[in-house]
């Protein structure tokens, strides 16, 4: 049973400190998306990736955060310096692509920025 | 206005009940329209794809009205293992895959 995998599945960190979380897509999939979590915004997506290529983060503050696929196994979200604002759930999700594409949810990083 | 707009609920209701949520999106361009189930404490997951003409999948029935930019979903006979929070979710872009969520709505099925 094919899934998303994320790591770390917690991180507590202080403020100012470098985090970087990790997601292995599903084999095969060529869509790989950012998603952040909180009660009060909900899920914004913050980077969507096709072909390892970067589509749109325009939902990212560019200024701290970068998203990258160093190839079609990985792929990363990094906060330097990180704020107890980022505090959230970071979820990766993959696809196959296309209007109709079923994005499968990794089961995320919780996130806590002291 | 929000791109996509639920009532945040929650619901509480009886077990063996009907319960409907409706769901509002702002773009009439919009292609695709879905809705996610998360579980407390967990990821999102396709429950299933909302089609012009509306489609079931046993007990959940899912409508869309393009005219009034609205899409509902409706459990009949409701179980405890439906408790969740249901995420509306629209492609407001054609030809690519970014989807936006609505906030979802929490549902609590009562023994």
């Known amino acids: 049973d094919a899934r998303v995998t994320q790591t770390p599945r917690h991180k507590v960190t202080e403020m100012g400190q470098e985090v970087t979380m990790r997601c292995q897509p599903i084999?095969?999939?060529?869509?790989v998306f950012w998603y952040r979590q909180t009660m009060m915004q909900g899920l914004e997506l913050l980077a969507y990736?096709?072909?390892?290529?970067?589509?749109?983060d325009s939902g990212m503050p560019k200024d701290r955060f970068s998203a990258e696929m160093p190839d079609a196994t990985l792929a990363t979200l990094k906060i330097q310096p990180s704020e107890p604002r980022d505090s959230a759930v970071y979820f990766c999700a993959s696809g196959e692509g296309g209007a109709q594409d079923t994005q499968y949810f990794g089961p995320g990083t919780r996130l806590t920025v002291l | 206005r929000k791109e996509v707009e639920q009532d945040p609920g929650p619901f509480n209701v009886p077990e063996g009940a009907t319960v409907a949520f409706n769901c509002t999106y702002s773009n009439s361009a919009s292609q695709s329209f879905f809705w996610y189930r998360q579980d407390c404490r967990k990821e999102p997951k396709l429950l299933m794809s909302v089609y012009s003409s509306g489609n079931e999948d046993g007990r959940f029935t899912a409508q869309l009205n393009r005219a009034s930019q609205y899409i509902s979903l409706l459990i009949r006979d409701s179980k405890l293992s439906d408790s969740a929070t249901y995420l509306c979710?629209?492609?407001?872009?054609?030809?690519?895959?970014?989807?936006?969520f609505g906030t979802g709505t929490r549902l609590t099925i009562i023994p």
């Open positions: 084999l095969g999939h060529n869509t």
């Open positions: 990736f096709r072909n390892r290529a970067p589509l749109d």
């Open positions: 979710v629209v492609n407001t872009n054609f030809g690519n895959e970014k989807l936006t």
